[in-house]
């Protein structure tokens, strides 16, 4: 079974964007889109990078746009998700997705034993790994098939 540590290697950088609370939400989606990403995490400087929340692109559409604020003036924190679910490295695809599914979000940091962030796994990450984890087994299973007629 694949886990988020697979997940993470296969990505190949395990560096996550962040914004503080502080920031406006303009300056967050202006990293999201130079980044094209869908999320930050928000890490309260304060607090050596302790996690304040999450901030995605769902956010901004439902918090800013659809209640006429302005991305400019109004505040992450104002917008963010602060009850923040996370997983860890050892976790499957598997319980990941229903912990997604479960929850109704689409991002997940990592943290490691000591609570540190070490990266965000997507519903994307998740999807692709569990497509390539089922060809894998298609492909062996068509070999083992052909060897036997032959």
């Known amino acids: 079974m694949t886990t988020v540590a697979d997940i993470l290697r296969a990505k190949g950088s395990a560096e996550v964007h962040s914004v503080s609370p502080d920031d406006s939400m303009l300056d967050a989606l202006q990293r999201m889109a130079e980044h094209r990403i869908g999320a930050l995490m928000v890490l309260d400087g304060a607090q050596s990078g302790h996690i304040a929340g999450i901030v995605t692109e769902r956010d901004y559409a439902r918090k800013i746009v659809l209640q006429g604020r302005n991305s400019a003036t109004t505040s992450v924190r104002e917008v963010m998700t602060a009850a923040v679910h996370c997983v860890d490295a050892a976790q499957t695809c598997e319980?990941?997705?229903?912990?997604?599914?479960?929850?109704?979000?689409?991002?997940?940091?990592?943290?490691?034993?000591?609570?540190?962030?070490?990266?965000?796994?997507?519903?994307?990450?998740?999807v692709k790994a569990i497509i390539s984890e089922q060809q894998f087994t298609i492909d062996q299973l068509e070999h083992y098939i052909s060897g036997q007629r032959g």
């Open 95 to 126: 319980e990941c997705m229903a912990l997604m599914t479960r929850q109704r979000i689409r991002h997940l940091p990592v943290l490691d034993a000591q609570n540190q962030l070490i990266g965000l796994v997507s519903i994307g990450d998740l």
